[in-house]
């Protein structure tokens, strides 16, 4: 009972602590008899937007189930994912495994000795996942009735705290910002998912029908099919750039529509400053929109592009 209780205010204080995260989800899994634990959310640019490990060899874990091959219909886990609170267990792991060809997954997980656990999903919607496995090996086989009883009990903590942590996260793009009212510049912050945090006055104009951007319920979107493809990559090499500190500036031109096949605004792309285990929900780029000036397509100037 003492170990649970542990877990429960380490995952009350997670958004608070540095590798707040990290330890709690150590200690949900030790709580749960496993001995490791993995926190993964997939959705914008990248192809993770966190994927924490805790346990023994967790680095060598955590490059090895970053592998593309692992992930798609092999992959047990994701494939058995339900409704957020929802929990599945090692019988609906075997399930699916009778549905499909799980080999590539199964010799990662052997190898790694994680074959048994259970996972809950905390967020899962059109442009977010946002989960929590226990993993356990051999020695501990699959989840008994009191671990997953565990489990059910802690996991309504963890949704608790990430809603504190997207709070915290929207809070904190609303101070970058400054004083809004007084910002004359349109300017977007846009987290790791590819969602936007926060925009300017001046900005939200630029998200109706004829603007140079869209929102996607939350998703930040250049409104041409093409441009946007090339923010993306952008956001996708800035993101994957590990030896970059807070650094990294992508510019381009957008706002390319069928009554106006001129391109009318210059685009500048910001990696900001990474937040360690912010669970990808802080603001990871601003993007900042500025009007040409309009001429025949002809005379439009070059605007570099830099990456």
Known sequence: MALLNQAKQA??????????????????????????????????????????????????????????????QCNWRVNSAGRPLSIQHDAHYAIYRKLAKTSDYDDAVSDLDMQFGCQSALISDSRTFLG????????????????????????????????VQI????????????????????????????????LTPAAEPLADEDGPFRL?????????????RRIQAAMTRLLTKEDVAGSGVFQMRAGRTHADPTAAWGVSLVRLPRREHGLGFDPHFALTFRRLRLRPPTEQPALLEAG
Do not use: K
């Not at 914008?44 to 970053?66: C, K, Q, T």
């Not at 929207?170 to 926060?198: K, N, P």
């Not at 996607?216 to 946007?228: H, K």
């Open 11 to 72: 995952v009350l204080n997670a958004p608070f602590e540095r590798d707040g995260w990290g330890q709690a989800i150590e200690l949900v899994a030790r709580a749960c008899g496993a001995p490791a634990a993995n926190l993964v959310g997939f959705g914008g640019p990248a192809a993770f937007s966190v994927n924490l490990f805790s346990g023994p060899d967790s680095a060598r874990a955590e490059r090895y189930i970053a592998r593309p091959a692992v992930w798609g």
């Open 216 to 228: 996607c319920g939350l998703t930040f979107q250049l409104r041409d099919a093409e441009e946007n």
């Open 167 to 198: 709070a915290l996260a929207g809070e904190a793009a609303e101070l970058m910002m400054g004083d809004l009212g007084a910002m004359t510049s349109a300017m977007v912050l846009v987290d790791r998912y590819g969602c936007v945090c926060a």
């Open 132 to 163: 929590l496995a226990l993993l356990r090996g051999r020695r501990e086989g699959p989840c008994d009735a009191d671990s997953l009883a565990r489990f059910s009990e802690l996991i309504r903590h963890v949704h608790r705290a990430v809603r």
